[in-house]
Structures are given as structure tokens and as C-alpha cells.
């Protein structure tokens, strides 16, 4: 596809092309390495969507692409209508801050930074004046439910906390896509489902469109559809009657 902008009709928030990705492990015939083998999805604005797979099955190299951390060696990616994969590097991390949120299993707070400092940081570099980026920062921190943690240090909050920090970081420019990795990977199941609920209301109130990575089922069960990779290819892409809360788990 050559076309630089999907037409309105046709344009999901995600869509993602024939995306092949490869790596060169030494020379010859045999040392091509292929990550993603043509891979194609659509993500419509509003969707909760979980990518599932072992490890080496292309979720995390899809994720970077979708997330423009990383380029396909081939297909395409539109985000938001627009086919990013021409883009210039320097463009490519305007588009990141105005379009994508995203929050890791290791959190990726600064550890001599307090909370609300950490938040601001994406509005930073977006250029935003110092006293709206505090006032955006309590609030998406008050969202997340941290009032009275905002100068606390990371090393003065639980890991949970620590997480809702991260999503408050990720919601803090209002961009239309959040993007998690692992991001109940480091917590207790207790705490897991905390952060999932704040990830539902995400989803639910603030109609963020959210695709999330994990390995575990009973995380997945929050989403509304889960895609599973195998060997570089999606291999199943299914609708999912979500769980909501401890309360009403299956």
C-alpha cells in the first residue's frame, strides 16, 4: 500500500499491514531471523485489546512497532490514518508524545525524581509551561487515586503505587493510545488487579484505547478481545467478555 493517509472510512486508530520484521544473525542463507512473517491487525479507537504469546513469538517486537520504538523491514503502519513508516526519526518521537502512552512491567520511574515531577516529564518535552505541567501532573495523579503521594520519591511508594505513577505519566498529554508492557508483571495478584482496574476505567470513563502485553490469562480476562502470537504470526483474534473486579472474577 502506497497511500501516506488511510481514507476516513477505512481508518481504525491502530492498523498494522503485512509487517514483517527480520534480524541478521551472521551471514548466508540460514541466518535471516524472522520476528513478524507478515503480520496484519486493525485496533478500532476505544478497543481494551491484550496481546498474548511465549516468548519469541513477535508480541514484544509488534508492540514496538505499534509503539514507534522500532521500524518493520517491510508493510505497513498507520496510526491515527497516518502511515508512519516513512517517517523521520526525529518526527517519530513527536508522534510517540502526542499519540501514544505507554506504561513497562518495570515502571521506568526516575528514581531521585518525585512522583509528580515524573509525571510531568512527558509534557516536558511536549514544551508545555511549568505551571500547567504541575497542574496536569496533580490531577492525572489525583485520577490514579495518589493525592497526597505527589513528592514522594519512587522508593517511598509500593510497587503498585509506583505502577499508577506510570499510568498517570502515560495519561498526563492525553494520547489517544495507551500501551502497556507487562505492566502487573513485578506486582503481587492482589495488586495486579488494582492496576487492572485502573486500566478498565481507563478504557471505560476516559475512553482510552489500550493494548496490553501479558502472559497471564487471568489478566487478559480484563480485556475485551486478545490476540495471540505464535512464531511471528497471530494465531488466534477473539472477542472477550471482560472481568471487571475480584468480586466478579469467573
Same mark, same amino acid.
Given at each position: 500500500?502506497?497511500?501516506?493517509?488511510?481514507?476516513?472510512?477505512?481508518?481504525?486508530?491502530?492498523?498494522?499491514?503485512? #509487517?514483517? *520484521?527480520?534480524?541478521?544473525?551472521?551471514?548466508?542463507?540460514?541466518?535471516?531471523?524472522? !520476528? @513478524? $512473517?507478515? =503480520?496484519? &491487525?486493525?485496533?478500532?479507537?476505544?478497543?481494551?485489546?491484550?496481546?498474548?504469546?511465549?516468548?519469541?513469538?513477535?508480541?514484544?517486537?509488534?508492540?514496538?512497532?505499534?509503539?514507534?520504538?522500532?521500524?518493520?523491514?517491510?508493510?505497513?503502519?498507520?496510526?491515527?490514518?497516518?502511515?508512519?513508516?516513512?517517517?523521520?526519526?526525529?518526527?517519530?518521537?513527536?508522534?510517540?508524545?502526542?499519540?501514544?502512552?505507554?506504561?513497562?512491567?518495570?515502571?521506568?520511574?526516575?528514581?531521585?525524581?518525585?512522583?509528580?515531577?515524573?509525571?510531568?516529564?512527558?509534557? #516536558?518535552? *511536549?514544551?508545555?509551561?511549568?505551571?500547567?505541567?504541575?497542574?496536569?501532573?496533580?490531577? !492525572? @495523579? $489525583?485520577? =490514579?487515586? &495518589?493525592?497526597?503521594?505527589?513528592?514522594?520519591?519512587?522508593?517511598?511508594?509500593?510497587?503498585?503505587?509506583?505502577?499508577?505513577?506510570?499510568?498517570?505519566?502515560?495519561?498526563?498529554?492525553?494520547?489517544?493510545?495507551?500501551?502497556?508492557?507487562?505492566?502487573?508483571?513485578?506486582?503481587?495478584?492482589?495488586?495486579?488487579?488494582?492496576?487492572?482496574?485502573?486500566?478498565?476505567?481507563?478504557?471505560?470513563?476516559?475512553?482510552?484505547?489500550?493494548?496490553?502485553?501479558?502472559?497471564?490469562?487471568?489478566?487478559?480476562?480484563?480485556?475485551?478481545?486478545?490476540?495471540?502470537?505464535?512464531?511471528?504470526?497471530?494465531?488466534?483474534?477473539?472477542?472477550?467478555?471482560?472481568?471487571?473486579? @475480584?468480586?466478579?472474577?469467573?
Amino acid at each position: 500500500m502506497d497511500e501516506k493517509i488511510l481514507k476516513t472510512a477505512d481508518k481504525p486508530l491502530i492498523c498494522a499491514k503485512n #509487517i514483517v *520484521k527480520t534480524y541478521t544473525t551472521g551471514t548466508g542463507e540460514d541466518c535471516t531471523f524472522y !520476528a @513478524l $512473517k507478515g =503480520v496484519s &491487525l486493525t485496533i478500532q479507537n476505544g478497543e481494551f485489546v491484550a496481546i498474548m504469546g511465549a516468548s519469541g513469538s513477535g508480541k514484544s517486537t509488534f508492540m514496538n512497532i505499534i509503539g514507534c520504538l522500532d521500524k518493520p523491514t517491510s508493510g505497513d503502519y498507520f496510526l491515527d490514518g497516518n502511515n508512519i513508516v516513512n517517517t523521520r526519526l526525529d518526527k517519530l518521537s513527536e508522534v510517540r508524545n502526542a499519540k501514544l502512552g505507554f506504561v513497562f512491567q518495570g515502571f521506568n520511574l526516575i528514581s531521585r525524581t518525585s512522583a509528580v515531577e515524573n509525571v510531568e516529564l512527558p509534557m #516536558i518535552y *511536549k514544551g508545555i509551561p511549568a505551571k500547567e505541567r504541575r497542574e496536569r501532573a496533580m490531577e !492525572a @495523579l $489525583k485520577i =490514579v487515586g &495518589l493525592s497526597g503521594k505527589e513528592q514522594n520519591m519512587p522508593n517511598q511508594l509500593s510497587g503498585g503505587q509506583q505502577q499508577r505513577v506510570a499510568i498517570a505519566r502515560a495519561i498526563v498529554n492525553d494520547a489517544p493510545v495507551i500501551l502497556a508492557d507487562e505492566p502487573t508483571g513485578n506486582l503481587d495478584t492482589k495488586t495486579s488487579y488494582e492496576v487492572m482496574d485502573f486500566f478498565v476505567n481507563l478504557n471505560e470513563k476516559m475512553h482510552k484505547t489500550i493494548v496490553l502485553v501479558t502472559h497471564e490469562d487471568d489478566i487478559a480476562g480484563y480485556c475485551k478481545r486478545i490476540v495471540r502470537f505464535k512464531d511471528g504470526n497471530i494465531v488466534n483474534n477473539t472477542a472477550n467478555k471482560p472481568v471487571y473486579s @475480584l468480586e466478579g472474577r469467573q
